[in-house]
């Protein structure tokens, strides 16, 4: 059973529109953290979140991306304006702290036509 | 910043042959290194990590992993294969007290029964 748990499994969404990964991390961890793999290239980091706030982020995360965790529980990525390159799958992880391996889910497959 | 590479993207083996999956990074400085695996239609899972200590570990469903600084390698290798390993594996690296993970692009294995 994944320790993480990312909804929805998959999506299809128009160029501009606007879209929101959840996540549902199944415990307590305090880091938490979104990664993307565009088909057939390597899994790269996009933002890792702290205590409520940023902690990194990295050149791919612009201002089209927001991450926020508002109710405490889900952890989301916002997508304001959807490009075709955006299309891609997505991974939440977790992680207890920085020195400790990280916890993924199954990871959101995002299509933008 | 830290990057991770991974040789012979696809692999095919027969059951019972013995597997060694190529990863070398770069980084300045102390590094965390995992091998994470893909089974199909699943989560990214934990195979195995290296934080210090010995440099030979063990993993999970009999996979090792050696750490040789001097040649910024974390090779794994499992001696016997199964079926049940077919899947894809990704080396990836942190900077120790740094959460930010890089991962190599992965190797697709298929045993054949």
């Known amino acids: 059973e994944p320790e993480v748990t990312q909804t929805p499994s998959h999506q299809v969404t128009q160029m501009g529109q606007e879209v929101i990964l959840r996540c549902v991390p199944i415990?307590?961890?305090?880091?938490f953290y979104w990664y993307r793999q565009i088909l057939g290239q390597k899994v790269e980091f996009l933002v890792s979140?702290?205590?409520?706030?940023?902690?990194?982020k990295s050149e791919i995360f612009d201002d089209q991306f927001s991450v926020e965790r508002p109710d405490g529980s889900n952890f989301t990525l916002k997508i304001r304006s959807t490009k075709l390159e955006d299309s891609a799958m997505y991974f939440c992880?977790?992680?207890?702290?920085?020195?400790?391996?990280?916890?993924f889910g199954q990871g959101t497959r995002l299509t933008v036509v | 910043a830290q990057s991770v590479s991974q040789h012979n993207h696809h692999v095919i083996l027969s059951e019972a042959a013995s597997l060694e999956l190529g990863c070398n990074y770069s980084?300045?400085?102390?590094?965390?290194l995992f091998w994470y695996v893909q089974y199909p239609g699943q989560h990214l899972q934990l195979l195995l990590k290296?934080?210090?200590?010995?440099?030979l570990v063990k993993g999970i469903k009999g996979f090792e992993a050696e750490f040789i600084k001097s040649k910024f390698s974390f090779n794994l290798r499992k001696p016997s294969v199964q079926w049940s390993d077919t899947a894809e594996y990704f080396c990836?690296?942190?900077?120790?007290?740094?959460?930010?993970?890089?991962f190599g692009k992965g190797n697709q294995v298929v045993v054949i029964p």
């Open positions: 992880a977790r992680s207890q702290d920085t020195n400790t391996e990280a916890f």
């Open positions: 415990s307590n961890h305090l880091y």
């Open positions: 979140f702290y205590n409520n706030e940023i902690s990194e």
């Open positions: 980084y300045g400085g102390t590094v965390n």
């Open positions: 290296y934080f210090s200590g010995d440099p």
């Open positions: 990836a690296v942190n900077g120790r007290g740094n959460n930010r993970l890089a």
